[in-house]
């Protein structure tokens, strides 16, 4: 069961064009999808190849697939997303000082990192341990940035804001762990934590909005603070789509590291031991025939076609639309690293049709580009 915590990232733009992507090693299954981008069904009306046999919309396991139309919500429409079509060059940024928990931004030269005591910012360039409120000595598990002056991060027992001003202020303090944070705008924040915490922000105080649960929540992502989802320990889903917080059976007992998504139709969630569950226009699916069954930690997507998977051993998993390939760690510029497998990875997060950001152990910092 996994004891780390985790991440919730920027959602931006992300329809974007020009998410293309190409990487070392072979699809899991390359007609695992249809050829629409989204995590569907057969062209048969089955669950297709790699696919459980899906998901109702908020409820457990669905009896039949179906497919995916080409131009439907959660996928980028005609041309809007192309998939593969250049490198993705991964290779080692920084490998020292803290263990980084979290990643979240606003561009390539607007990145911060959540760490254990600090947290770090990229300006494209260096790194910088960024100004921390006084006597602190807690642990960063995850930051929402939605603009240079306007971010928020979660850690042990706090919610930390960030005004632009060079020093993060406390903004919330609990007697709980707060794992995970995302928001849709300034005014509209949301953190999950231990003991089945939710907390909002308006944009003036925070409010109480757990849902009656006592488990641990991991992350949380949603389009809006009317649909989200929280997951977290021993398959955890809950969601608000329906007015109020109900649980969502997804039918595995693994715990639930990270969301995240594109659309109301287009969510990704990862966990323990391989797990990836995928949202599409017919619900939810169990996706089966990774290429690893190591724990997978964080996830994050530009576009329907563009979704990266982070997790232990230096994993890093690439869905371009057609199907599921793993980063052979052989191929990433490593500079002080000499034994990936013994590092994890917590986070992920990237700008559309940019760069690509990869953090977990001992400081370690991955990034990709074109």
């Not at 959602?11 to 992507?21: P, R, Y």
């Not at 240079?148 to 919610?159: L, T």
């Not at 007015?243 to 715990?255: I, P």
Request: aromatic share 10%; proline share 4%; hydrophobic share 35%.
């Amino acid at each position: 069961m996994r004891t780390r915590y985790l991440v919730l990232w920027l959602v931006g733009a992300l329809a974007a064009s020009g998410c293309e992507w190409l990487i070392s090693g072979s699809p899991a299954d390359p007609q695992q999808t249809a050829d629409d981008g989204g995590q569907g069904g057969g062209a048969d009306g089955s669950a297709g190849p790699g696919i459980d046999a899906g998901q109702t919309a908020d409820g457990g396991i669905k009896s039949d697939g179906g497919t995916q139309s080409d131009a439907g919500p959660g996928d980028g429409g005609s041309g809007s997303c192309q998939g593969a079509a250049i490198a993705a060059h991964w290779r080692e940024l920084q490998y020292s000082g803290s263990s980084i928990r979290g990643i979240g931004g606003t561009a390539d030269t607007d990145v911060w990192f959540a760490a254990d005591g600090h947290i770090y910012h990229w300006n494209g360039q260096t790194f910088a341990s960024t100004g921390m409120p006084p006597n602190f000595a807690g642990t960063q598990t995850a930051v929402w940035a939605y603009a240079p002056d306007k971010a928020w991060s979660s850690g042990f027992w706090n919610v930390l804001s960030w005004d632009g001003s060079g020093t993060w202020t406390e903004s919330y303090t609990s007697g709980s762990f707060i794992n995970g944070i995302w928001g849709s705008s300034p005014n509209d924040v949301w953190a999950v934590g231990n003991s089945g915490l939710v907390v909002q922000w308006n944009g003036t105080k925070w409010t109480d909005r757990s849902a009656g649960i006592s488990s641990e929540l991991l992350g949380v992502w949603g389009v809006d603070s009317a649909h989200l989802y929280a997951v977290g320990a021993s398959g955890t889903m809950i969601s608000n789509a329906s007015g109020s917080w109900a649980d969502v059976n997804l039918g595995t007992g693994d715990g639930l590291n990270g969301i995240f998504g594109t659309s109301a139709t287009d969510i990704w969630v990862v966990g323990d031991r391989g797990t990836l569950f995928h949202r599409d226009n017919f619900g939810w699916s169990k996706v089966t025939n990774l290429p690893t069954a190591v724990n997978l930690n964080a996830v994050w997507a530009g576009c329907p076609k563009d979704v990266w998977i982070a997790g232990d051993k230096s994993t890093l998993l690439h869905y371009d639309g057609s199907g599921w390939a793993q980063v052979q760690t052989s191929s990433i510029a490593w500079s002080n690293v000499t034994d990936p497998s013994l590092e994890n990875l917590y986070g992920i997060w990237g700008t559309p049709g940019g760069s690509v950001y990869a953090a977990g152990t001992r400081g370690l910092v991955l990034r990709s580009g074109p």
